[in-house]
């Protein structure tokens, strides 16, 4: 997971080899978190996950995999259904 930092394009890479198919996506947060020297102690980044209307907050405890596959079709993309009915 690595994501833009700010507004130089710098991104975070998490350098830990980790199997996408048996790493949670809570696991992943907290990796991409740890690597990050941008977000301090995580807190606010970690809510964006866990918060009780976060479109993630379903995948949080399953294979990071099913959160990238899902967003794959329209239909069940968490992303689209959660701005959709927002």
Not at 25 to 31: F, G, T, W
Not at 39 to 62: A, E, I, M, V
Not at 66 to 75: A, I, M, N, P
């Amino acid at each position: 997971m690595a994501a833009p930092t700010g507004g130089g394009g710098k991104f975070t890479i998490i350098k830990k080899k980790f199997d996408p198919t048996k790493a949670t996506l809570r696991e992943v947060v907290e990796m991409y978190i740890k690597e990050s020297k941008d977000l301090g102690d995580g807190k606010s980044h970690r809510s964006k996950f866990t918060s009780q209307n976060s479109p993630y907050r379903p995948f949080l405890d399953r294979p990071v995999m099913e959160f990238l596959e899902s967003s794959l079709d329209d239909e069940t993309n968490p992303l689209l259904k959660f701005l959709r009915y927002k």
